[in-house]
């Protein structure tokens, strides 16, 4: 066992907020069921060590409702189908967990009893307490919001203390650290600054929520094993922290 497993954990309860994308692998859609797993590796470690887990998963790999609209399709029915994209990689996530022992609920913003739990704050709170993993489906269960969002309001409905937003670069950069060798990365940044530079860490929406009720966002990379932990024990090493008093460069 690695001695920051043994650490005290800064974060007892955490949203963790998965892109669609992150499930594909190196595929070019769909689910890559290794991958999958490899993440239902990380969240059950942390979950075991104490931490009340929630997650918000993306449908892009599956199915992205802005770009069915940029297709001709009216907007509101393709963010209705990019919706049930997310229920379907619930579901896979759910039934990953669950094949290694995790008990893990699944509840959704459109009800669909058959499948997944209707999503009523309270029970979502005695899952955690219960400590089940609770996988929000659905979004909001309403047009023109993202899953971005929906992982911010979620978040602050349950309480959680942050939201670790998972991605595939190691935190949140001044310029695309794959074009440009020069770029910088942030170790801090103020909401603020994410807002007025648009910096594509979450919807515009999503930070402003976060900002208004304080609760800080860690934008880290999930294709280094081990770093769901890193950022539940507070390695500060680890991604950028959104929610800072000033800006700070790693």
Do not use: E, H, Q, Y
């Given at each position: 066992m690695s001695s920051d497993t043994k650490s005290p954990l800064r974060y007892k309860r955490i949203l963790l907020k998965l892109s669609g994308e992150a499930l594909m692998g190196e595929g070019k859609y769909g689910i890559h069921p290794p991958t999958l797993a490899g993440i239902a590796d990380e969240v059950i470690e942390v979950a075991q060590a104490g931490v009340e887990v929630a997650l918000v998963i993306g449908g892009g790999n599956i199915f992205r409702g802005v770009a069915g609209a940029t297709e001709g399709m009216d907007r509101a029915s393709a963010d209705y189908m990019g919706m049930l994209a997310t229920c379907i990689n619930s579901m896979a996530m759910q039934d990953a967990l669950e094949k290694k022992g995790l008990h893990t609920r699944v509840l959704s913003a459109i009800k669909m009893e058959q499948i997944a739990e209707p999503y009523i704050r309270r029970r979502a709170v005695r899952h955690l307490e219960k400590g089940r993993v609770v996988i929000f489906a659905a979004g909001t269960g309403n047009p023109y919001f993202t899953t971005d969002t929906a992982a911010s309001l979620r978040a602050m409905e349950i309480n959680a203390q942050v939201i670790l937003k998972a991605t595939k670069v190691d935190g949140i950069y001044n310029a695309d650290p794959k074009k440009d060798p020069t770029a910088r990365r942030y170790k801090t940044l103020t909401y603020m600054d994410v807002l007025r530079q648009n910096?594509?860490?979450?919807?515009?929406?999503?930070?402003?929520?976060?900002?208004?009720?304080?609760?800080?966002?860690?934008?880290?990379?999930?294709?280094?094993?081990?770093n769901i932990r890193r950022a539940v024990l507070g390695n500060g090493e680890i991604g950028t922290l959104v929610g800072g008093t000033e800006t700070a460069w790693a």
């Open positions: 910096l594509n860490v979450m919807d515009s929406t999503a930070i402003s929520l976060c900002m208004d009720n304080k609760l800080p966002i860690i934008v880290f990379d999930l294709t280094v094993r081990g």
